[in-house]
Every structure is written in C-alpha cells, then in structure tokens.
C-alpha cells in the first residue's frame, strides 16, 4: 500500500501523468462533500453553485493566475490544494482535499507544506485560510502545521479563519 513517501506533488497542469488528469475529479468531491456538511446535499456536479461548479468543469479557468497543486500516488490523482495569487504579502490555501482513501498518509501535510513553500519562493509574508468549523481534523493539521485562529474575514456562519507567517 501507499504512504506519503509515494505521494509526488506536482503544479497543475504539468508534472505526473495522474496531476494531468487533474483536480477536476477532486474538487468534485471537495464541492459535493461539503454542500452535503452544510445540509445542502445536491446529486452531482450539475447540482452545485455555479461558482463551484465552475471550479470543477475548468479548474484552468476558475484558478487562473493561483497555483494548484495535486498530490498522486502512482497514476491516481489523490489530493489537491489551491494556492491563491499573492496580494499585499499575503495568499490563502484553499480547496485542500485528500481522496478519502489515503487520508492518514500525509498527502495533506505534503500538500499544505509544497504550498507554504511556493508562497515562501512568491514573496508571501502571510498565508491564511479558512475553513468549516465541523472540519475538526482539518483545524487540528493546520495547527500543527502552524497556523492560528484569527478573527474572521468571512461573514459565513462556522467558518474558523486561520493564518500562519511564511
């Protein structure tokens, strides 16, 4: 079986084969996944916002000038984060997703880390996110990887705003 000395991260597009087949898929089950956390279960993609519909049908498009990075073991894409443009020493991680399969394998942590390093090359001072307060192990790796609860830039209801210097 896989553990994370298997996981490659590479930018999207570009690198490994299963990274070219993408972040799609993985943010479908990113959007799906959480619209059914919120109570608001939809049956597919067609079903999502638009916005995060967008998101999953051109990943190219909804993300340009913001770095994805996906995470693959062998030729299967099994994670992917979103790593924002930087603006005024700052960027925001967002859309950190590990297909359910290799949790527990430090896909996550490899991916935020590849992330925290671009930022560091980008001239960042500053990465921040936000995330559902149910996401319990989600709040529990940001913070050992660093980050700290900070006041809210989000009016959303449950939603916990995290940042950590670079």
Known sequence: MSDERDVVIDRWPGGTAAAESGPAGLLAAYHLRTQAEKGEAVPD?????????AEVEDPGT??????????????????????????????EVKRLWTDPAYRGRGVASALV???????????????????????????????????????SWDVREQLVCMERAV
Do not use: K, Q
């Open 45 to 53: 993609v067609d079903g999502l916002p638009d916005r995060y519909r």
């Open 113 to 151: 880390g590849a992330a925290l390093a671009h930022a560091g090359t980008a001239g960042v001072r500053t990465v921040r996110l936000s995330v559902w307060s149910w996401r319990t192990g989600a709040i529990a790796l940001y913070e050992r990887l660093g980050f700290r609860v900070v006041a």
């Open 62 to 91: 909804a993300f340009a000038g913001d770095v994805v990075l996906v995470a693959s073991s062998g030729d299967a894409a099994v994670g992917c984060l979103v790593v924002t443009a930087a603006a005024e020493g700052r960027c």
